[in-house]
């Protein structure tokens, strides 16, 4: 009996949807004639009623010979907002009007006015019938569209809406064995599924679009993780399918990270028993009340002009394509190249090509030339990827690459979010990794992303990037200019077509910046615990000063590290030992002592020494030359004139976030994902590590983490909500931090809440980081 109400109402609405469909022309000429309803002025109730006496139409306009008066000009300024308004007008509803108003809200209809979809917002239930063949075909566009969206379905006030939508998705859903949801989804639905959180996805019979990519019948499990910081992606069925979702294995490990900050909190679904709607790791997401409270749900979308563009670029996948997206920050440019990646991995006839040294049939490459919005690799670092899969994941979702999904190639530490530190050192590492890919996997589709600077200097860096690199396909994403920034690039693009793109709709409601987004990313990487081959990346969800260290000797010629090299500034080498306690570090293997850009000749008694010099000899002693020393023994490579290492015989294989600086057993105390695997096969290849410090961002989530996992049992998350708005709080010398935290804890120091401070003692708050360099 509990399941006759869903069939009936299942039942009912595929009537409407059959009768719909065989009155076509019906739905059109009255759907006409209400728009010419709600265009026209609503006559007054005592004009209504001496029309209906006289047995005239009340939906009539005043006679033609008559004048208009000043009340019926005042209601054809008045703007209609409803077709409930227009109804509401009239002495007597007209119940076939209602009843046709209320299909119009639930059903598809092809002839809704366009002035009315605009002010909808996006609907769960489809509402066209026709081009099914792209991604999100019927998003709005950002002109029309608007800015926040609660839920990705129908008005807030439709209770009925969005219980058609729930009865709907109850009635696909079969619930299955370790909480696999099994859906079967006809293609007269057409349903538009916001799911929130970590799941996986495997196609049974038909397809499945999302996120640019469409997924077909296999045995495979595809990987989603879906946060509400971000865009969530929407699954849609353009034809009877049948698909199940599955249970994220290792979801726990990014939920935990909540205890840890609160940048990881209320990002996902809240924890459920198994249903029809989802389990403890993802939510079918059909109404506001689903989701947690004070989250908003905002709809990845792509435009037509988006999925035009698409569309003629994988259309064009025989050829060995290269497409550069550019354009200002926050445009789209990453959803853009990742919309791409995926239309270029799922696309039937697309197929990377056969190289020598590997064996891969499928692939698409990604040079990633945004320091600050980087995708696969931590914020800093500029690196070229192999991806072989489709793409859902957000960037703290894979920081690193290196599993079945996506290879690194290569990897260069800018040491900045910001191009405009060291633009030499910039258009260096992207002519080198540009080159990698030239002699390794020249034929794969390439796609190249760039920073969002694109005035004055950062204009010249695209033009000089399109002039080296000479992409078939150029896209700037923004139809609004600058006109200058316009007319630099089509003058740059001399052998490369150049399409301008409408940005990606803005997105007011969201509370993390750019700056909350790289500290995620970063956090997530020091929390990596393991890096195989598997899909899932395992988190440990320990506060990183309960984590134990790497003791890196620094003295010595067995020492762990050549040396320590700073770009940018330059410090003098009594400051360096504080200068990167707490502070992430770049780990970079020399592969050749020409990386230290040394001119100086052999001299004649090494040049006639008949002993072969091996090549970590070749590299110590190449480096020792520029070495001097701190105070604390730490061998300091001084660069002439600040320069940075030779790009084209090093690499970066990962950062370190320095606990501690070990003066009486000359070690470093050293915090990073990095196996020790990889480290061995570093030395044993006869090489050396140099670490990088540089202008990466401050980790400030690394010094409060032990504060944050004492407060996760308190309900309140006021903590968190002051963090993530910059709120200036009173300062608490409660003994907070000096309870908990003894002398053992890295970065901190304890506060005695009786002790009487000196002058000059208290807390400083620094309000920007003076060292950052500004655009």
Request: hydrophobic share 30%; aromatic share 6%.
């Amino acid at each position: 009996m509990a399941g006759e109400p869903v069939m009936s109402a299942f039942a009912a609405r595929q009537r409407l949807l059959a009768k719909y469909k065989s009155e076509p022309a019906e739905q059109k000429s009255r759907s006409g004639s209400e728009e010419e309803s709600l265009a026209a002025p609503a006559p007054s109730t005592t004009e209504q009623r001496r029309r209906k006496a006289s047995g005239a139409p009340g939906a009539q306009g005043s006679d033609a010979n008559s004048k208009p008066t000043a009340a019926s000009g005042q209601r054809k300024r008045r703007r209609v907002t409803s077709k409930d308004k227009v109804s509401e007008e009239g002495p007597q509803e007209n119940t076939t009007e209602r009843t046709q108003a209320k299909q119009n809200q639930t059903l598809p209809s092809r002839s809704r006015s366009p002035s009315l979809s605009a002010k909808r917002s996006t609907p769960v239930i489809e509402k066209s019938g026709s081009g099914i063949d792209t991604e999100m075909d019927e998003a709005v566009s950002p002109e029309s569209a608007p800015k926040v969206n609660s839920l990705p379905g129908p008005m807030p006030d439709s209770s009925s809406d969005f219980s058609a939508q729930r009865l709907l998705v109850q009635n696909c859903c079969i619930q299955k064995e370790n909480g696999v949801l099994e859906l079967r989804i006809d293609s007269d639905e057409r349903l538009k599924l916001p799911i929130v959180g970590q799941y996986g996805i495997r196609v049974l019979r038909g397809e499945v679009l999302i996120a640019g990519a469409t997924l077909r019948p296999s045995s495979d499990i595809t990987w989603v993780q879906a946060p509400l910081c971000y865009s969530v992606p929407i699954l849609r069925c353009p034809e009877s399918s049948v698909l199940e979702l599955h249970r994220y294995p290792s979801s726990e490990g990014f939920r935990k990270l909540g205890r840890l900050s609160p940048l990881y909190r209320t990002v996902w679904n809240r924890a459920q028993r198994d249903s029809a709607f989802g389990n403890s790791s993802f939510q079918i997401v059909c109404e506001p009340e689903d989701l947690p409270k004070r989250s908003v749900l905002r709809p990845l979308h792509s435009s037509p002009e988006w999925n035009k563009k698409l569309a003629e670029v994988t259309a064009e996948v025989s050829k060995s394509i290269s497409c550069l997206v550019c354009g200002p920050k926050g445009s789209g440019k990453s959803t853009f190249s990742r919309f791409l990646t995926n239309r270029l991995l799922t696309s039937q006839s697309s197929s990377g090509r056969r190289t020598r040294s590997s064996k891969i049939d499928t692939g698409v490459i990604v040079l990633d030339l945004d320091p600050g919005q980087s995708e696969f690799c931590p914020p800093g670092t500029l690196s070229l990827v192999l991806v072989q899969r489709p793409n859902f994941l957000p960037p703290f979702g894979h920081p690193w690459p290196d599993n079945q999904s996506a290879t690194l190639v290569r990897c260069h530490a800018l040491a900045s979010v910001n191009p405009g530190t060291d633009t030499d050192l910039f258009i260096e590492i992207a002519l080198d990794l540009y080159s990698h890919y030239q002699h390794r996997y020249n034929g794969y589709p390439l796609i190249i992303n760039t920073p969002g600077w694109i005035l004055g200097t950062g204009l010249d860096l695209l033009a000089l990037l399109i002039s080296n690199i000479r992409p078939t396909e150029v896209l700037y994403m923004s139809e609004e200019g600058p006109a200058e920034t316009v007319e630099g690039l089509r003058a740059a693009c001399k052998s490369s077509s150049f399409t301008t793109l409408p940005s990606q709709q803005s997105d007011p409601g969201a509370r993390k910046s750019a700056t909350h987004f790289r500290a995620m990313q970063t956090m997530a990487y020091f929390h990596v615990e393991k890096r195989s081959g598997s899909q899932h990346l395992s988190i440990n969800s320990s506060p990183l000063s309960a984590i134990p260290p790497w003791r890196v000797s620094y003295a010595g010629k067995r020492r762990g590290i050549a040396g320590l090299l700073c770009y940018g500034a330059q410090l003098e080498s009594a400051l360096l030992a504080e200068a990167i306690n707490g502070m992430v570090l770049a780990v970079v293997e020399i592969e050749d002592e020409r990386a230290f850009r040394q001119t100086e000749p052999s001299s004649p008694d090494e040049e006639s020494m008949e002993v072969e010099i091996s090549d970590s000899e070749k590299i110590l002693q190449c480096a020792d030359r520029l070495i001097s020393y701190t105070p604390e023994g730490i061998p300091y490579i001084q660069q002439t004139d600040g320069g940075t290492l030779d790009v084209r015989y090093c690499r970066t294989v990962g950062l370190v976030l320095v606990r501690g600086v070990d003066v009486e057993n000359s070690s470093l105390q050293l915090l990073t994902p990095i196996p020790l695997s990889k480290l061995e096969e570093i030395r044993q290849n006869g090489r050396h590590i140099v670490l990088v410090h540089g202008q990466f961002d401050t980790p400030t989530w690394a010094y409060t983490e032990d504060l944050y996992e004492r407060a996760s049992g308190q309900e309140d998350d006021t903590i968190g909500d002051d963090l993530l708005n910059n709120e200036d709080d009173e300062e608490n010398d409660g003994g907070v931090i000096a309870g908990g935290l003894g002398a053992d804890r890295p970065w901190v120091e304890g506060v005695d809440s009786n002790r009487r401070r000196q002058v000059g003692g208290g807390t400083w708050r620094v309000r920007r980081d003076l060292g950052r360099q500004t655009k």
